[in-house]
């Protein structure tokens, strides 16, 4: 039997999904590179993914998912990776007319003058120094742990096509090598968020930016990887963790709403429908592919299982919401998600150490 898990991102929820991650390690005895041949992430499930087949600097030792947890839930870690750009001024704010309806929401709104409108939210020093630091700054991503293959993915907006980091590929191409927080940097670039990873200085030198603008739940694409790196394989299981399903705040005041009011006055709210959409529609159909009752015709014989391991959020928890008690909710939440679906993970659990 050939093991999939894919990650979906969603920022500090990537909680939700270590907290399962956690349980299966626990259970089984065993690190997750260890049960699973093919592993993949996107956004924050992306630097997951990296983190679960990844060495500890200056060790031998691969991080297991109770120290990859720490990264989301100590205050010091968390405040280095979501660190604020300084406010500033728009510039040459007098010169907008008095009558224009920018000059009208700059008075209404002091928002305008925050980052995140003139540029990224976060700073990029800050996550990439944190990143060398946990990940090492030289550690390759054909350095990643053998035996799963890794894939975790990005999107650069300099050729304007779909990135894949991919373990496999790396040890075969050079040019394909990246760093390990190199890749987890590009997966995690959120547009307003953070500015786009660029990691070269020629021209056209890939610029990237989340996975999650395209590809937050990548399950399905991993599956078909999977098949390919297994052709002769009759007997696939698939493993799906979600960051929770988020509930859309404000719905009356976005139904009209233009830029302001979907990137600015409720920030995130674009990229987080994106998200849930992209993340809702790879389960459906893959609930499709697998469904003894499937009436399309597309059922796949040899994906013997699939499992979505996904909660439904009472309130909206915005990716960067790194209050205290915010983490401490999520924790409940991953740990609610492992009590609710225990029949099903202790199931998991004993197949992916009996093959």
Partial sequence: MIRILSIDGGGIRGIIPLKVLEYIECQTGKQIHELF?????????GIIALGLNCKKPGSDEIYQSTELLKFYITQEDVKRIFKHKIFRQLENEEEIDEDSALKETIT???????????GPY?????????LKEKFGENTKISELETK?????????IQNDCPYYFNSTEARKNPKDDYCV?????ATSAAPTYFPAAKFASEPDSPIFVDGGVYINNPALTLLIQAKQLYPKEQNFLLVSLGTGDTKLSDADDLANAGAYGWLIKHQGALLEVMMKGASYTIDRQL?????????SGFKIPSLKSYERYQKELLENIAMDDIKPQTIDKLKSIG???????????????????GN
Avoid at 287 to 293: D, H, I, R, T
């Fill in 37 to 45: 041949d093919v592993i993949g992430g996107t956004s924050t499930g």
């Fill in 108 to 118: 209404a709104d002091e928002s305008l003058r925050r980052p995140g409108y003139l």
């Fill in 122 to 130: 976060y700073v990029s020093d800050s996550i990439e120094n944190y």
């Fill in 148 to 156: 799963p293959d890794v894939t975790v993915f990005s999107y650069d």
């Fill in 181 to 185: 927080w190199q890749a987890a940097r």
């Fill in 287 to 295: 609930q499709e592919l697998v469904s003894e009752k499937s009436n």
């Fill in 335 to 353: 740990e609610a998600l492992v009590k609710e679906k225990e029949d099903s993970l202790k199931k998991l659990c004993k197949e992916l150490v």
